[in-house]
């Protein structure tokens, strides 16, 4: 075999712990990542984590790029490997020239090992154990002690860590003394017996500029509360929790009166989804502005209402931080699988408004803009996050708000224009963009009330079972769909520099926009990347667009770890690869 | 039932209450239910009582559920907003309702099989929040737009209308609230607007969860022999503790009985209960006593009416949760969005 060269590279590498869950070394590894950012270098982390609170495998996966890509690029450059029920898996995934460290207490036998890799051990239990007495200790300080290892070997400034720890321990000065002290007992032993730095390294840059470290969750529901959200009514689903819990977070904080102390808002765990979509929508329907964070099973739950929505035309958002189906599938890993649940959730004729963020500063924004769609659309939107987006933590832009922006509470007959004789049909079209008023319940004394229900109605709200009746109202709300269009954030296109690679359209909202469909009639080959089996989103473009399903090839990943650029790339490569036919008089020949 | 539109057309000297509103501003549309159906008795008991309250009648919401019960919010206080939701689901949608504005009347209407199957769950975590609320039951042991199958609340070895007899246990919703925590449990019965008007009154005026079971015959399908909900069964087994006068904050409190005989309850809002004792044993403010008493009257076949139990010092979901006195929707950017400013503030805490 010929000897593999140890890969060589500054600012631009994979690494990936191998842990036990429960073990603390999460904060650990997040130390790790922001350390690398202080260097002005951007890093792309993502936790895979298992159902389990203690003694699974669990995964944190650092992406060091200078180039600051969002996405996981596939192979791993430095194994950290501190889980044995996961030695072999882990070994294996080490690209070849890459590097291994683990804990060398134990001697390992050399069939453990690969030829083609360098592998560093540290004692890691031998130096702990030589130090601290305390169990507990001796399990959280062995993180710091490898992250003090690392530091040495990835020739980073152990400043800029201390500097983090010292912000994290804030206050708390033993803490902050303990965890130094265990940076450097870590980083000693490695400049004494170890060849520092390794192949692969970090390079002071400036490549992080102005940009926060925030997770998806986290920034959804900032933009609920920066959208005016007064209501969340929410039952505990891995992975959207966080989201309700971060939304609880900043109300704490930017939500009590300043004068009583009182709260601007009301959060309710409820018994199940049913009832979260149930307060969400009671509250909506009263004037408030009401959310609910789920993932796909509370999606299943909550169709019943999510077509009483659509139907009855009352507002409501619905945060799905998707993940892994279908049935319970895998709840702490991701995909985007509940596309066309979503858009076309409950019995009966349903259409409903999508939004794709790509990232926590997106997340943010369509969060806050979700509420106005859903008071102006006066029906279901649904801001579709994913598990990779919504629990990790992603370089984004900061987060923007313009102090001049109203909220847009849609088409509201007030009681002053009820006095002045208006004419108020519940559902008449009297804009000709399918959209009615709505009142209030309370507004007026004697006039302007109405009975909202699931059944047919007429355009003043009347009960009907009329056929005309019915198709009429069902026409209205077609045309609503088609106002929704001009109203979601629209595609944003990329184009190649080069004719050798490819045009994008990243596509951020359903009912889609008409530059979807020209787009793909302007080009010969369009692949559409998406994280499901069945292509979904290819499905619904067909669907709506009345395209060509062959003009569209589909880029399925599925396995509910995170799409790679790799498999992107190797994809489109090998559906090009088995276009190009080869003229059969230079076969003959 | 009927298909003609209700006339407009006012006697002059119709009697008027303190607002200067008479009752047909209580009134809502021409009830679609069946002729003698209990559940438009209910439906006048609920007009009467918001009459005497002299509430404004567009300061109610009245949300429902699904089923024949269901369908009457759209027969009383015309000028209120009225929905009729999801089966089973009217508890989540008044829970919201009432987050979004704390200075409405919520009155949740709802059937057995709509609060006692279906939507079992929601009925019982509306009463452990205590949400402030008037839910009314309207209990006839029966699915009637369905025709005729049995409802959760249907006793055991009482007979269908087909003649099918009812093996399995039945559900006391009164017995349940008692133990979920409601502040207000009371039961009645649809042919007893003088019990039932009172009751109904109190129930609005009352801070949290009040809860009334109203047994309402359906005339349809469960009002035979060998059913344990017909007019004729619970006349002669209704066993009334007490009776109800209901005394707002304004009135002198002159209470004309024997004493003894009456006890007076002050609620949160300043309203009085007065309650006459028809049971010398009875003690309102006993939640264990009202279980007990409740489970060994059912034991003997009796139905036990009146107000149960009331909690004068009761809470709601409001003051749990700490809001501010202004409603939730009226809060606008000012109050709601904490700025630019701020939010670069978080964003430096984020590098």
């Known amino acids: 075999m010929p000897e593999q060269k140890p890969i060589r590279s500054v600012n631009d590498f994979v690494v990936r712990f191998a842990n036990v869950n429960g073990s603390g070394s999460a904060s650990a590894n997040e130390l790790f990542a922001r350390a690398i950012l202080r260097h002005g270098v951007p890093v792309s982390p993502r936790n895979i984590f298992p159902s389990n609170i203690q003694g699974l495998p669990t995964w944190y996966e650092v992406r060091v790029t200078e180039a600051g890509h969002l996405g996981a690029r596939g192979g791993v450059d430095l194994m950290v490997a501190m889980n044995p029920q996961t030695w072999d898996k882990d070994i294996a995934s080490i690209e070849p020239g890459g590097y291994l460290f683990y804990d060398s207490t134990k001697p390992m036998p050399a069939s453990k090992f690969r030829a083609d890799i360098t592998v560093i051990g540290v004692p890691l239990t031998a130096i702990t154990n030589s130090t601290y007495t305390d169990p507990r200790q001796r399990q959280l300080f062995k993180n710091i002690i490898y992250l003090g290892a690392l530091c040495a070997l990835l020739e980073m400034d152990p400043k800029l860590i201390e500097q983090l720890i010292g912000e994290q321990y804030k206050g708390k000065e033993k803490l902050l003394s303990s965890n130094v002290h265990a940076l450097h007992l870590g980083r000693d032993w490695a400049l004494q017996n170890l060849k520092c730095p390794i192949g692969i390294r970090v390079k002071k840059a400036d490549k992080v500029g102005d940009r926060i470290f925030i997770e998806g969750n986290s920034a959804a529901a900032l933009g609920a509360v920066y959208g005016g959200a007064t209501v969340c009514a929410w039952y505990p689903i891995t992975p959207s929790s966080s989201l309700a819990d971060a939304f609880a977070g900043h109300c704490r904080k930017l939500r009590h009166d300043g004068e009583t102390g009182k709260a601007k808002y009301a959060i309710v765990q409820g018994e199940d989804e049913l009832a979260s979509i149930g307060i969400v929508i009671g509250a909506s329907w009263n004037g408030a502005r009401a959310f609910t964070a789920t993932s796909g099973p509370g999606i299943s739950l909550m169709t019943e209402f999510i077509g009483l929505s659509y139907f009855a035309e009352v507002p409501a958002v619905i945060m799905n931080v998707q993940r892994a189906g279908p049935s319970t599938g895998m709840p702490t890993r991701t995909q985007q699988c509940d596309i066309i649940a979503c858009a076309y959730a409950s019995h009966g004729d349903t259409k409903h408004v999508l939004l794709f963020p790509e990232d926590p500063a997106e997340a943010f924004e369509f969060a806050a803009a979700a509420f106005d769609l859903a008071e102006r659309l006066q029906t279901v939107i649904f801001l579709m996050l994913d598990l990779d987006i919504g629990m990790n933590h992603r370089l984004c832009r900061p987060l923007k708000w313009d102090d001049a922006r109203q909220y847009d509470r849609g088409k509201i007959m007030t009681a002053e224009m009820l006095e002045e004789g208006r004419d108020f049909g519940r559902y008449l079209d009297v804009d000709g963009d399918g959209i009615p008023y709505r009142t209030y319940p309370g507004t007026h004394p004697t006039k302007g009330s109405f009975f909202t229900r699931g059944t047919s109605r007429d355009r003043y709200a009347r009960y009907s079972e009329e056929g005309s009746v019915y198709a009429d109202n069902m026409q209205r709300l077609v045309r609503k769909f088609e106002t929704a269009q001009d109203l979601v954030p629209r595609p944003l296109q990329a184009n190649a520099a080069k004719p050798t690679k490819f045009d994008r359209l990243r596509i951020r909202a359903f009912p889609f926009h008409s530059s979807v469909a020209s787009f793909i009639a302007d080009h010969d080959f369009v692949y559409v990347v998406e994280q499901n089996r069945d292509g979904q989103l290819r499905s619904l473009i067909v669907n709506e667009n009345g395209i060509d399903p062959v003009r569209l090839v589909p880029i399925l990943h599925y396995d509910g770890t995170p799409i790679t650029a790799r498999f992107i790339a190797n994809a489109i490569g090998d559906h090009q690869d088995h276009l190009k036919v080869t003229p059969l008089r230079k076969a003959v020949s | ?224 022999a060998g059913s344990t909900k017909s007019f004729d069964y619970v006349r002669e087994h209704n066993d009334a503790v007490n009776r109800l006068d209901v005394i707002t904050g304004r009135d002198p409190i002159t209470v004309d009985y024997a004493p003894g005989t009456v006890q007076v309850v002050e609620q949160h809002d300043g309203t009085h209960l007065a309650l006459r004792k028809l049971d010398a044993d009875y003690d309102p403010h006993d939640r264990l006593g009202a279980m007990t008493f409740l489970q060994k009257h059912a034991a003997k076949g009796q139905i036990v009416t009146g107000l149960l139990y009331v909690d004068p010092e009761s809470e709601d979901l409001h003051t749990h949760l700490d809001t501010v006195d202004t409603p939730l929707n009226v809060l606008d950017e000012k109050a709601l969005c904490p700025g630019s400013a701020v939010l670069d503030k978080i964003n430096a805490s984020l590098r």
């Open chain 2, 1 to 224: 039932m009927t298909y003609i539109a209700k006339p407009k057309f006012h006697h002059p000297g119709l009697q008027k209450n303190e607002l200067g509103f008479t009752h047909r501003d209580y009134e809502g549309k021409i009830s679609t239910l069946c002729a003698g159906c209990g559940h438009d008795s209910i439906t006048a008991s609920i007009i009467e009582a918001c009459f005497e309250l002299s509430i404004e009648p567009h300061r109610v919401a009245k949300i429902s559920g699904i089923g024949c019960s269901s369908k009457t919010p759209d027969y009383f206080l015309g000028n209120s907003h009225g929905f009729n939701s999801v089966h089973g689901r009217m508890p989540s949608v008044l829970t919201g309702a009432n987050l979004a504005n704390r200075d409405l009347i919520y009155l949740g209407v709802s059937g057995d099989g709509d609060s006692a199957s279906i939507g079992f769950g929601q009925f019982a975590h509306s009463i452990r929040r205590a949400v402030n609320m008037t839910y009314i039951v309207e209990n006839n042991g029966v699915y009637g737009l369905t025709k005729g199958q049995f409802s959760a609340t249907a006793d055991r070895g009482s007979k269908s209308k087909k003649g099918v007899m009812n093996t399995d246990n039945a559900i006391d919703l009164v017995a349940m609230a008692l133990q979920l925590g409601a502040s207000f449990v009371a039961r009645s019965f649809s042919g007893d607007k003088t019990q039932l008007v009172p009751l109904i009154a109190a129930a609005i005026r009352h801070k949290g969860a009040a809860f009334i079971d109203v047994i309402s015959p359906c005339v349809a399908f469960n009002n035979h």
